[in-house]
């Protein structure tokens, strides 16, 4: 009987329990026997997957959704035989609104694709002055950048866009999702998708429109999902299901096993072999190991194997967030609809953005229960999240009454801090990775992944862990592979 290889998995978040529920699966098609072991340093797997049940109220922590349009995360539902509880964003109150000069917007359907749906309500939004209006739609005119350069985002924007709609609109919604600062953000390695629009259809939005043709067939069909989707019973439901199957496709899954160390020794010819020192004292053997940990908790292991790649690891930096979930009586809140709304930074607010989480989603509150949830930190906001729980929440609260007129006190309050967390992709950022690829060329089976690499997004790390996954089993059986080797 050919003797099972051994791989370890370092962290418990959705990247190292993808990596390993794609690792089953292609190792099973290689015909590969393998004994897999995750290791975990806190006391719950998911990572920032975080899902709280009190009584009728479901708040998460961390993420509440992921987007349908990337089909990782759809096909591991699926695979997991929990697709009947995907449900869509309440689509009876779609809208969404940004703060603009201290007053509420809405913003136009189908901005987040740049083809609005209708042009009146969007000439009659606010949002933009005659100019600025003007500028956005000359987009199409605007010819296309250098395609050998790294761009910020917010280099992008303004050049295609102009710096009215950039700084009123596109900051908010584009570098939101990062917390991070678009002036340092890469577009390449944020939203590669804009670059390849341009250099392709030579506008943005003439590519989104050639896109949306296609997307319309998609999006028709019986199983129409929204832009965003959940779980019924809140994403804790995606890392239950995932444990479960794991454990019972025999996968090992240790929780408090902190990893302090990483040491290799030769194995056999070309191959090595991996030993992990925890911090208990005990030690655990591998011919193959995933790091799906933050970037800087993988340079201190790998800097004793490769200074190269432990320096490159400490250039990705991370940042710091907050999410703060309130109820309030719903008939005491008056003026309250769609799914919320964003806060650019020349507004220069403590609030970044708020959810109506009871609004957008079904299944979060009872009927008599307003849910909201509050964003604050990010890059170059981060001081805010120095204060207790108690400050924290009443800042929160100071912004709702100021901005929405929501005066009552909050029957639940609940903090959920995300310290140096988010992962921020800033220019040079894919040819740091390029070096990294290269420094860990000379080990076989160490490989790299999770959000601090290749999208921060729950089918991003999915989509991810299964090319790690794929790398695994290549160097187990021997394989060189044509795709990446470490990250």
């Known amino acids: 009987m050919t003797r099972p290889r051994t791989v370890v998995i370092v962290g418990g978040g959705i990247s190292g329990l993808a990596t390993a529920f794609s690792l089953l699966e292609r190792a099973s098609t ?18 920032k997957i975080v899902t709280h049940r009190i009584g009728d109220i479901v708040t998460e922590a961390g993420p509440d959704s992921f987007l349908s349009q990337k089909p990782a995360g759809l096909e591991l539902c699926t695979k997991l035989g929990i697709a009947d509880q995907l449900i869509n964003t309440n689509e009876t109150v779609k809208k969404a609104c940004v703060l603009s000069k201290g007053r509420m917007c809405d913003l136009p359907e189908g901005l987040l694709s740049f083809t609005p749906r209708q042009l009146k309500p969007f000439l009659s939004s606010g949002l933009l002055t005659w100019t600025g209006l ?14 050998r350069e790294d761009e910020s985002l917010a280099g992008f924007l303004r050049r295609r866009f102009g710096s009215q709609a950039y700084e009123r609109v596109l900051e908010p919604l584009m570098a939101g999702i990062y917390a991070g600062d678009a002036e340092q953000m890469s577009l390449r390695a944020t939203f590669p998708r ?11 939005v003439r590519g989104m429109l050639e896109a949306k043709k296609t997307a319309s067939t998609v999006l028709s069909g019986p199983r129409r999902r929204t832009m965003f989707v959940s779980l019924k019973n809140g994403l804790g439901d995606l890392v239950t299901a995932l444990t479960q199957r794991l454990r019972e496709q025999g996968v090992e899954l240790q929780l408090g096993k902190r990893v302090d160390a990483l040491r290799v020794r030769s194995h056999e010819l070309g191959r090595w072999m991996y030993d992990l020192i925890l911090q208990d004292g005990s030690a655990l053997s591998a011919e193959s190991v995933v790091l799906t940990t933050p970037a800087y908790v993988s340079a201190d292991l790998l800097r004793p194997l490769t200074p190269i790649a432990g320096g490159v690891l400490d250039l990705i930096p991370y940042t710091s967030t907050a999410t703060i979930a309130m109820t309030f009586p719903r008939a005491m809140v008056r003026g309250v609809e769609g799914f919320g709304f964003i806060i650019p930074r020349v507004e220069q607010r403590d609030l970044i953005a708020a959810t109506w989480t009871s609004l957008k989603w079904p299944h979060r509150a009872p009927a008599d229960q307003l849910l909201v949830r509050g964003y604050v930190g990010g890059v170059g906001r981060e001081e805010i999240l120095q204060l207790d729980d108690a400050a924290l929440t009443a800042k929160v609260q100071t912004e709702l009454a100021a901005l929405c007129g929501i005066s009552v006190e909050p029957t639940y309050t609940e903090v ?22 290269a420094a860990m060329s000379r080990y076989p089976g160490l490989v790299l992944t999770g959000a601090g690499y290749r999208g921060v997004g729950i089918p991003d790390c999915i989509r991810d862990g299964a090319t790690a996954a794929e790398r695994v089993v290549q160097d187990l059986s021997g394989g060189t592979g044509s795709g990446r080797r470490s990250v």
């Open 30 to 47: 290689a015909g590969l026997s393998l004994r897999c072991t995750i290791l975990e340093a806190d006391s719950s797997w998911g990572g």
């Open 134 to 147: 003007a500028r956005m739609g000359l987009e199409i005119a605007v010819p296309p950048g250098p395609s």
């Open 416 to 437: 959920n801090r995300w310290w140096k967390a988010m992962p921020q992709y800033t220019l040079g950022h894919l040819d740091r990775l390029a070096q990294l690829d």
């Open 194 to 204: 804009f670059f390849e629009l341009e250099q392709q259809h030579g506008s943005v």
